[in-house]
């Protein structure tokens, strides 16, 4: 390390120069000899350390938690292996409340992407007010979902909600339909809240993606006779696919995890036919205090979003290539 | 970094996480010891006679002046009465009271939780009935005797009313856990001017061939709702409505169930009977009412019913002893109180205790220690103090309080007789349909075994066959059962029906 610096011990400067060598080198030695294998991971450590202990840890010791039947008011907590998985799918609920949160994952986020879709388009179409378009489409987003649930419940009232008062003048009878208390419609009014809800987030992300695509090969495509729906198809959802892959991908990760809506709306009800994995996993583990049971859940709830994101970014990955 | 190193060290950091886990495992993450076990501070001190519970509650606690007492109570309208007698509390004794506000469906969650992560973050406790076998299986909750030995007049534990002071309200077998503070249970209350009235007198009599007074079973219950929406329901005014909102739909199941024998267990085989032909006919009873109850019941809560009610638009309700009060105007004018609609039944109300012969003792709370607060003993003094004849009879007399009259001193009470004209009525309805009331199931899970319950009823609300919600309700009772240990919960669902008023079957 010494060598490369005589070269600069030369001229006026020549005692200046060897020291600032000397003490150059000596840093150097330093770090190499201490730090040069751990330096990266030095500066990595804080951020480390807080993944391990806030999501490393908790997850292993969920899964470690899910191996026993851990209850705090029974004297014991014994090791039972699968057991809690095998009651999972044994009693029906869980698998249940599986279903009903694939429902409302599918359904919701599937319509939350086409209106989303057409409205980006219609407004990109006509560029008047677009800003106060997005302005106003931001707030549902921006409203906190316990919020938006306990609104969205008066708004469903079977005696003094809106909805029914609508429906009522479109109808020209009184309309005093319970849509929280009947299993038929309470999934249904759940996902339209969500909809409403989440609408404008897809909105938003479609808006800005459909923003950059260049108009001349819409252009080109018009004058070799593509009609606007040939158009869409053939150009603007290929295009688009990478975005609305990442887009679908947030929202379907987020309403899997729906507990805040089901929490304020409906509690799981009727019996439990709007019951979520997450509002299940609530009650069991928080209600119940059957923490070794609810940490399998968790687990299970783990691994489907584990599979969903891998495909969802397996097909992303090969769009992209 | 290379890819391959990195991967290493990645291994590196899960298999130190596993170190890590393993180490917590060795430590002691447990619930610390049971309090049974721990000696209670109480214990170390001198016993005194002592003649007035109020008096020495503040004498004593004046030894810990300038300490601080967490104490849990429910949110919402309920800590308005602590963070009156918190402060007098203060001011008397120099012991700072800081009210922990937390919603009903969390405070069993969270007091367990405190208790089980060692936090100490609370000193006295609110519990239900309820959770009581819970609780104390947990260790979550520390014995009063050495407490009541040292500090209280022991005079003051027969003023309970009966029922509250039972066996399973808030203690077991002869071991305090709480201080009985709340005496709720479900009233019916009607309105006298349509009762009254001769046209309406007439007309039911001719319909149904009986006279029209308040009902005494669940067919007479049905009648009445019915005919009072059939005549009034153009005007807005419906025969009754009781909560049908999930989380809580199960309390008005209880009582009818209970009056007409129904058992939740077999006793041999502690299989569920929730699904029997008594079961069965009661929530079909309950379905059958919502029909003539106003649209949208299925999701009435405690409000929707106390607005309705207030406002002149039924006949009859089944709801705790604070809508009574509040009828009456008590509270009126107050800041508290602001969000109550205006009472339109002032002077016309009626009272009666549930119909089907037996009145849901429906939640009602008990203050409690926490073993692991750091002040058991101030803990201790503030709950006897609220708790204590004088001062808990100025809190059931606070217009805007949620607590009920539950000593036999406060039904007995002039005073509060004179509160409005008809209070002394009402309280003696409050006294009768409490001694005639029906436990909520205080056994192991009982808060787990309530929720199938539930979902039974909101399903059947919903459309469900009542004897195939209940089939459902039965077959997850069965699988707590075999969860938590057959023999066990047999035990303890026998040592529980012991009690006078969890035995089945109607009681006048």
């Known amino acids: 390390m010494v060598a490369p610096c005589l070269r600069h011990q030369v001229g006026r400067h020549h005692q200046k120069a060897l020291w600032c060598c000397v003490a150059t080198s000596t840093a150097q030695e330093r770090t190499g000899r201490i730090g040069g294998r751990w330096t990266p991971w030095l500066f990595v450590a804080p951020s480390l350390a807080i993944v391990v202990a806030v999501t490393i840890f908790p997850t292993l010791y969920s899964l470690y938690l899910s191996f026993f039947r851990w209850e705090p008011t029974l004297a014991d907590k014994p090791f039972i292996g699968f057991g809690n998985y095998q009651e999972l799918f044994s009693t029906g609920r869980f698998v249940n409340a599986l279903a009903v949160t694939a429902l409302i994952t599918i359904v919701g986020v599937a319509l939350e992407l086409a209106v989303g879709f057409w409205f980006a388009d219609f407004v990109l179409a006509d560029r008047r007010g677009q800003r106060l378009v997005v302005a106003l489409m931001l707030l549902p987003v921006m409203v906190m979902p316990v919020v938006v649930g306990y609104t969205w419940r008066l708004l469903w009232d079977a005696a003094y909600g809106p909805i029914n008062q609508i429906l009522g003048w479109i109808l020209l009878r009184p309309v005093e339909y319970t849509w929280l208390g009947q299993t038929s419609t309470a999934l249904l009014a759940i996902i339209v809240t969500e909809v409403w809800q989440w609408t404008p987030f897809m909105f938003l992300i479609l808006y800005a993606g459909m923003s950059t695509l260049d108009g001349e090969i819409y252009e080109a495509a018009e004058i070799d006779g593509a009609g606007t729906w040939q158009q869409f198809w053939r150009m603007t959802v290929p295009l688009m696919l990478p975005i609305v892959i990442v887009a679908v991908l947030i929202r379907a990760v987020d309403s899997i995890k729906m507990f805040d809506v089901i929490y304020t709306l409906t509690g799981g009800a009727p019996g439990t036919s709007t019951e979520t994995a997450s509002y299940y996993i609530y009650q069991v583990g928080y209600q119940f205090f059957r923490l070794g049971y609810g940490a399998a859940a968790s687990i299970v709830l783990l691994l489907i979003l584990s599979v969903l994101l891998t495909f969802l970014l397996r097909a992303l990955r090969s769009r992209m290539a | ?508």
């Open chain 2, 1 to 508: 970094m290379q890819f391959r190193t990195f991967r290493k060290y990645a291994a590196l950091v899960l298999v130190g996480s596993f170190v890590l886990l393993a180490m917590t495992q060795c430590a002691p993450a447990a619930a610390p010891a049971p309090a049974a076990e721990q000696p209670a501070a109480a214990q170390t001190g001198p016993a005194a006679t002592v003649e007035d519970s109020c008096t020495n509650a503040v004498e004593q606690a004046k030894q810990f002046a300038g300490s601080t007492i967490n104490v849990v109570w429910e949110s919402g309208l309920q800590p308005e009465d602590p963070k009156v007698f918190g402060p007098k509390f203060t001011e008397l004794t120099g012991v700072n009271v800081t009210i922990v506000e937390i919603p009903y469906v969390d405070m069993y969650t969270k007091q367990l939780q405190d208790y089980v992560t060692g936090g100490g973050a609370y000193d006295v406790l609110t519990l239900a009935p309820i959770w009581l076998k819970d609780l104390v299986n947990a260790g979550a909750l520390e014995p009063l005797n050495p407490y009541i030995d040292k500090y209280m007049n022991k005079a003051d534990l027969d003023d309970y009313l009966d029922v509250y002071g039972s066996d399973g309200y808030a203690r077991i077998g002869d071991t305090w856990y709480g201080l009985p503070d709340d005496g709720d249970v479900f009233v019916m209350y009607y309105r006298k001017d349509l009762f009254a009235d001769p046209g309406n007198q007439e007309e039911f009599k001719a319909k149904f061939g009986y006279e029209l007074a308040p009902p005494k079973t669940y067919q007479e219950f049905d009648d009445i709702g019915r005919f009072f929406t059939e005549k009034y329901s153009a005007e807005g005014i419906y025969g009754g409505a009781f909560q049908h909102l999930e989380g809580q739909a199960w309390d008005w199941f209880v009582g009818p169930f209970s009056g007409a024998g129904g058992q939740f267990f077999d006793t041999e085989t502690m299989d569920a009977t929730i699904n029997s032909a008594a079961g069965v006919k009661v929530l079909s009873d309950m379905v059958k009412a919502s029909e003539w109850m106003p649209p949208g019941v299925q999701k009435w809560g405690f409000t929707e019913v106390l607005s309705a009610w207030l406002d002149g638009k039924l006949a009859m309700i089944i709801t705790w002893p604070p809508v009574g009060r509040w009828s009456e105007g008590i509270g009126k004018g107050t800041d508290q109180l602001s969000w109550v609609p205006e009472t339109k039944v002032v002077g016309n109300v009626g009272y009666a205790p549930e119909p089907g012969g037996r009145s849901a003792l429906a939640g009602g709370f008990a203050l409690g220690v926490s073993p692991n607060s750091q002040n058991k003993d101030a803990a201790y003094l503030f709950a006897q103090w609220m708790n204590c004849p004088a001062t808990s009879l100025e809190r059931v007399m606070l217009p805007f309080a949620l607590r009920d009259p539950f000593r036999k001193s406060h039904f007995a009470s002039e005073e509060y007789k004179a509160l409005w004209p008809t209070a002394g009525e009402y309280l003696q309805t409050l006294e009768s349909a409490a001694m005639q009331g029906q436990l909520e199931l205080g056994i192991p899970g009982g808060r787990e075994y309530m929720v199938a319950l539930d979902q039974a009823i909101t399903a059947a609300y919903a459309g469900a066959d009542p004897q195939a919600a209940l089939d459902e309700a039965a077959g997850k009772f069965n699988a707590i059962t075999d969860r938590l240990g057959r023999d066990t919960q047999k035990e303890a669902y026998s040592q529980w029906l012991q009690g006078q008023w969890a035995q089945p079957g109607p009681k006048q």
